[in-house]
């Protein structure tokens, strides 16, 4: 009996001893995963702020160059000066964006009449001047226009109202066989209706020439019914419109977007190309139309050839 009973005793001893041993083996292996753990928790913390120090240097690197630009400050929807000072429009919306995607440039602003953008920028005072700047071969010649207009000016007919029904274009405006105001022959829109007729022979617009009419007094031949639409920029329409047309007879039928330029100084290559990209970019994401459509109520750059 005894014998049995120490037996029993030793093969206890023996059980204790062995989970012990396997309860002492456990919390050291334990123990070296959480070392090791820590260890590559450490490694990646390091690496992180390494990069993350490496990120600032560069960006410390990067040498922020000040341009001073002009904007017009009476051209809305372009660009305008609130009355607390601050600018608004179209124009400064979409630099203010290539400002934020240029780190190496900071654009600093300074908003004045048309006259005073061309004087600073012959000067040299100002990098560039953010307005509704048309191309033309003076122009070309003293400054440097970059590949990406910055709008467009919209080009249209003011319509009578009971057209509108059947024409909302150009091409409608012609088929119907409807009648023009005078145009000068030698104006911007003469030579968009005389391309047209080239390209559109079988409903060629009937173009009568004339001097240079005020934009109110043909919107008053068309409410008289002497003419049955007359072309005028959007931006004359608009502002015409509630004086001439209190009663809404007229309606605008946009056809043409003459493209409107910022203008650099012919020694600012380097700040035109780094816009440009942006405007490619702004251009291709769809950005500039919802801009355009924004401040001017359509897309003027799906009106630009």
Do not use: H
């Not at 001893?13 to 292996?29: E, I, N, P, Q």
């Not at 990098?127 to 003293?142: H, I, L, Q, Y």
């Not at 043409?256 to 012919?266: I, R, S």
């Amino acid at each position: 009996m005894k014998k049995v009973i120490a037996a029993g005793l030793i093969a206890s001893m023996v059980l204790s001893m062995t989970a012990c041993g396997s309860s002492s083996s456990d919390s050291s292996a334990a123990a070296d995963t959480k070392e090791e753990t820590a260890a590559e928790e450490t490694v990646e913390e390091e690496t992180e702020a390494a990069e993350e120090a490496e990120e600032t240097e560069e960006a410390a690197e990067v040498e922020v160059q000040q341009v001073l630009v002009s904007i017009n400050n009476a051209q809305p929807p372009a660009s305008y000066v609130n009355d607390d000072g601050s600018i608004g429009g179209q124009n400064y919306e979409v630099m203010m964006l290539v400002d934020e995607m240029l780190p190496q440039y900071e654009f600093v602003w300074e908003a004045v009449d048309q006259d005073a953008m061309i004087m600073g920028l012959d000067s040299g005072k100002y990098a560039a001047a953010v307005g509704n700047f048309w191309w033309n071969e003076k122009r070309a010649e003293a400054y440097l226009f970059p590949e990406y207009p910055i709008a467009g000016g919209i080009e249209g007919i003011a319509v009578n109202r009971k057209y509108e029904d059947d024409v909302q274009s150009l091409e409608d405006f012609a088929k119907a066989g409807l009648k023009l105001t005078p145009n000068e022959a030698s104006g911007a829109m003469y030579d968009v209706f005389t391309k047209f007729n080239e390209e559109n022979p079988d409903i060629a617009l009937t173009l009568e020439t004339g001097d240079v009419i005020a934009a109110g007094e043909q919107l008053k031949w068309v409410l008289e019914g002497r003419y049955d639409g007359a072309a005028m920029f959007g931006s004359e329409f608009d502002e015409l419109k509630e004086e001439v047309d209190p009663d809404d007879e007229l309606y605008f039928v946009p056809f043409y977007a003459v493209k409107t330029w910022v203008l650099y100084g012919k020694d600012q290559a380097e700040l035109a190309a780094a816009v440009d990209e942006c405007m490619a970019q702004l251009m291709e994401d769809g950005t500039l139309s919802d801009i355009a459509v924004k401040w001017f109520g359509y897309d003027v750059y799906a009106y630009q050839d």
